[in-house]
T-cell receptor, first 113, second 112 residues
């Protein structure tokens, strides 16, 4: 079954701790994305990567970091510098060529306690 | 210029009704306009998409109407069903970029 796998589904973090969210895809897609979803604010782009070993900041990159060492994997680290990390995080990928049809994972709900 | 404005924020209809969700954009370079459907606790999934060379596109009970001169597009759901209850997002992107710009979402509830 091809798709995007995000783990874990739920994550609790203490203030001041870094945490890494996993995103793996077996769709052979070049581009991968991380979005943050908050109630009433839609999906906001954190980081995106079009090829291995390259990534760009999105609209709300402060307090986050990513890596793209393999085509299949695009982990997101939420650092202690992120002021309001509690949110629903969505990973997506898109096929080569247009980069427009995004396929989403099931999301990770991060709660800072 | 990069925003996509979506309305209403929430919508309640009876089964069989035709909910309409509207989106507006400013950037005339946008040339791809998808709609995504999201159920609670799940990731969004592509529902239907349109390009500005057509004014309407239908897929099953879902129709996109596109008005290029007004820079507006809308989603109509014919014969709505309780299973259509979800959050709907419009989005836009421009040629040769990999970024989708999303609207703020509309929560639709369809009552039996």
């Amino acid at each position: 079954d091809g798709g995007i796998t995000q783990s874990p589904k739920y994550l609790f973090r203490k203030e001041g701790q870094n945490v890494t969210l996993s995103c793996e895809q077996n769709l052979n897609h070049d581009a991968m994305y991380w979005y943050r979803q908050d109630p009433g604010q839609g999906l906001r782009l954190i980081y995106y990567s079009q090829i291995v070993n390259d990534f760009q900041k999105g609209d709300i990159a402060e307090g986050y970091s990513v890596s793209r060492e393999k085509k299949e994997s695009f982990p997101l680290t939420v650092t202690s510098a992120q002021k309001n990390p509690t949110a629903f995080y969505l990973c997506a990928s898109s096929p080569p060529g247009t980069g427009r049809e995004a396929f989403f994972g099931q999301g990770t709900r991060l709660t800072v306690v | 210029q990069q925003q996509v404005k979506q309305s209403p924020q929430s919508l309640i209809v009876q089964k069989g009704g035709i909910p309409i969700i509207n989106c507006a954009y400013e950037n005339t370079a946008f040339d791809y306009f998808p709609w995504y459907q999201q159920f609670p606790g799940k990731g969004p999934a592509l529902l239907i998409a349109i390009r500005p060379d057509v004014s309407e596109k239908k897929e099953g009970r879902f129709t996109i109407s596109f008005n290029k001169s007004a820079k507006q597009f809308s989603l109509h759901i014919m014969d709505s069903q309780p299973g259509d209850s979800a959050t709907y997002f419009c989005a836009a992107s421009r040629y040769n970029t990999d970024k989708l710009i999303f609207g703020t979402g509309t929560r639709l509830q369809v009552f039996p």
